[in-house]
């Protein structure tokens, strides 16, 4: 069975400061994927990543970044520079072929930013 | 290409009614996933259907919950009997194939969920 655990379920930071969000996952397949989404207070999900366990470079995208660490089954996800639109609940989330694809979501961070 | 669409995107429903929530892929897509999302939870798979077919189900309530994807038309999510537990967001997402083979991976689009509110 998968597993995400996210340990941080709520960050509040002041505007420009840098905020890392935490993900562990648990899984005995060789072959998953994993991913952040992020959910504004409008309710939708909005894919940020996916990254494939056997791809372990870490990414850059704008103030956005990840570092994936299979050693210790974690996959961060940093955001640099915070705006007040950054504010949202952040779902870091796991998927192997053996089982569909189907999602194992973590029980999501919320982010506040304030001004 | 439109994207995945739900409806309604709100629903009210009293205790003991039914619900029918709706998914339509985006086109030529076949497989379809329903997750739900709990208030101040994170969302949790319930069922995955190719056309015609359930293939996991796994994640569904034992009863009061079905789930279809016919040859033609949405997929639906039907609640019988709701109660105020069922409250929650219903998310479906969209594949155009479930296994993509080692190596390559089928995204699955999420539609805008679909908040049903049991009274």
């Known amino acids: 069975a998968q597993k995400v655990t996210q340990a941080q379920t709520e960050i509040s930071v002041v505007e420009k400061e840098d905020v890392t969000l935490d993900c562990v996952y648990e899984t005995r397949d060789t072959t998953y994927y994993l991913f952040w989404y992020k959910q504004p207070p409008s309710g939708e999900l909005v894919f940020l990543i996916r990254?494939?366990?056997?791809?372990?470079q870490n990414e850059i995208s704008g103030r956005y970044s990840w570092n994936f660490q299979k050693s210790t089954s974690s996959f961060n996800f940093t955001i640099t520079a915070s705006q007040v639109v950054d504010s949202a609940v952040y779902f870091c989330?796991?998927?192997?072929?053996?089982?569909?694809?189907?999602?194992?979501f973590g029980g999501g961070t919320r982010v506040l930013v304030k001004p | 290409n439109a994207g995945v669409m739900q409806n309604p995107r709100h629903l009210v429903r009293r205790r003991g009614q039914e619900a029918r929530l709706r998914c339509s892929p985006m086109k030529g897509h076949s497989h379809v996933y329903w997750y739900r999302q709990l208030p101040e939870e994170g969302l949790k798979f319930m069922v995955y259907l190719q056309k015609e077919n359930i293939i996991d189900e796994s994640g569904m309530p034992k009863e009061r919950f079905s789930a279809e994807f016919p040859k033609e038309g949405p997929s639906i999510l039907r609640i019988q009997q709701v109660v105020r537990g069922d409250s929650a967001a219903y998310f479906c997402?969209?594949?155009?194939?479930?296994?993509?083979?080692?190596?390559?991976?089928?995204?699955?689009?999420f539609g805008p969920g679909t908040r049903l509110t049991v009274l």
């Open positions: 989330a796991l998927s192997v072929e053996a089982a569909g694809n189907k999602l194992t």
């Open positions: 997402a969209s594949s155009p194939r479930g296994l993509a083979g080692v190596g390559a991976y089928n995204e699955q689009f």
């Open positions: 990254r494939n366990s056997f791809d372990e």
